[in-house]
């Protein structure tokens, strides 16, 4: 084929402009990110860190547990905590950053700042957050390697099925069901800056050992324990003594009670230091707690009292105190102090955010074993009144019915 030499001015300035193209590098508006992938928990997080401002933008989707959270750092101490929950009306997603002081309820912090973008929502039972965060790169208390391939990071999910459904910021939070570590690369993040765009792929990140199953198990037993007292043993012990008058028995069983609601405090103070609402142990439910345990207290050392003193009558072929203003004590009492662990226990599970069926069958249990209980109570309360007429018309008096 044949150029002819009026075409070489043309063919030039192309070849030219080809060279020009291949040589120029093609630049992206792709936001630079590195991304985890959690499959356990179906969890995407992409940081992505703008090289031409100190932001951070983040995309952050999970199915909708009652919270979940991302922290920086390699322990909950000092970490600084992205936690997304169900706003109000369970359309919306609230995000909270909060700061952790230990392995307990992180804390709301005001030293970052964290404004919620375009397409943040609750999708299909997941949540969606883009947001961008001011001021996240350090705080009080730890930073982000930004030269690091290798910064850690930790995960946590809430408990499923219990949605907190508030727009506050501040709003409590159950324990975790299950945690978990990962690093991510600080160098890869870095660059064109921008919300990165949703993957389900881990690219720049490495998962770190498997999920830790946890739970909110001390909490349970408290709860537990403080039922069984209540609505078992409590009721055991009222007819033993009430009705058959088995006092070692009714010795033994009370002494029982008193060494479960011992071990339930103690585990109800232990979980109360977990958490910001009650940590300061000022609840209605935290107060009537002690008074209750020190009541119980009180009646054991009357019981104990009573004892000794019908020991001693015993020895001396005398009545005893049967009658005496102790008993009236140690059997009222302890009627005020059931009635204060009945009452009690349902403040207790409003306190702790109970799921809704629980509180409904303890009630059920509640009312099923007050009625009966009534019963008895009234059965002991017609026997001690015979007896009593029997005593006074014993010694010289006149019957009722004689009135």
Same mark, same amino acid.
């Given at each position: ?32 990110a590195s991304t ?12 992505? =860190?703008p090289d031409n ?10 199915? %909708? ?78 930073? =982000? ?43 890869? %993040? ?34 537990? =324990? ?86 001693? %009558?015993?020895?001396?072929?005398q009545a005893g ?17 059931? =009635? ?25 249990? %509640? ?37």
């Amino acid at each position: 084929m044949i150029l002819h030499c009026t075409m070489l001015p043309g063919i030039f300035p192309a070849l030219a402009l080809i060279l020009a193209l291949s040589t120029t590098p093609v630049r992206s508006d792709t936001p630079a990110a590195s991304t985890v992938y959690i499959e356990e928990t179906q969890t995407t997080f992409s940081i992505n =860190l703008p090289d031409n401002s100190t932001d951070v933008y983040f995309y952050f989707s999970s199915p %909708a547990y009652s919270w979940v959270a991302i922290g920086a750092g390699s322990d909950m101490a000092g970490s600084l905590m992205m936690i997304m929950y169900s706003a109000s009306g369970n359309q919306h997603v609230t995000i909270s950053p909060r700061i952790a002081t230990g392995n307990s309820e992180p804390t709301f912090t005001t030293d970052v700042q964290v404004e919620v973008l375009d397409g943040s929502s609750i999708q299909n039972d997941f949540f969606v957050m883009n947001a961008l965060c001011r001021g996240c790169r350090s705080w009080n208390g730890g930073s =982000l390697n930004l030269s690091t391939t290798a910064q850690p990071f930790i995960y946590a999910v809430g408990p499923n099925g219990v949605p907190i459904s508030s727009d506050s910021q501040t709003a409590g939070l159950r324990r975790h069901d299950s945690f978990g570590h990962f690093t991510m690369n600080m160098v890869q %993040a870095t660059g064109p800056g921008g919300v990165p765009l949703a993957s389900n792929i881990t690219n720049g990140a490495t998962l770190l050992g498997s999920l830790v199953k946890d739970g909110d198990k001390a909490s349970k037993a408290h709860g537990f =324990l403080m039922a069984l007292v209540a609505l078992v043993i409590i009721p055991f012990d009222v007819i033993i003594i009430g009705l058959f008058k088995w006092p070692l028995l009714h010795a033994f069983t009370g002494s029982f009670v008193l060494f479960l609601v011992l071990t339930a405090m103690g585990l109800g103070i232990y979980v109360s230091t977990e958490y910001n609402r009650s940590n300061h142990f000022d609840s209605a439910h935290q107060v009537i707690g002690f008074l209750s345990v020190g009541g119980l207290l009180v009646l054991a050392s009357i019981g104990i009292y009573l004892r000794r003193m019908q020991k001693t %009558a015993d020895k001396s072929d005398q009545a005893g105190p049967k009658n005496s203003k102790f008993t009236s004590i140690h059997t009222w009492g302890a009627r005020c102090i059931w =009635l204060l662990l009945i009452i009690n226990n349902g403040l207790g599970m409003q306190f702790a955010g109970t799921d809704r069926i629980i509180v409904i069958v303890y009630s059920l249990l %509640a009312v099923a074993m007050a009625l009966p209980m009534l019963l008895i109570y009234f059965c002991i309360f017609r026997r001690s009144r015979k007896r009593k007429e029997e005593e006074y018309n014993a010694n010289g008096g006149f019957q009722l019915s004689d009135l």
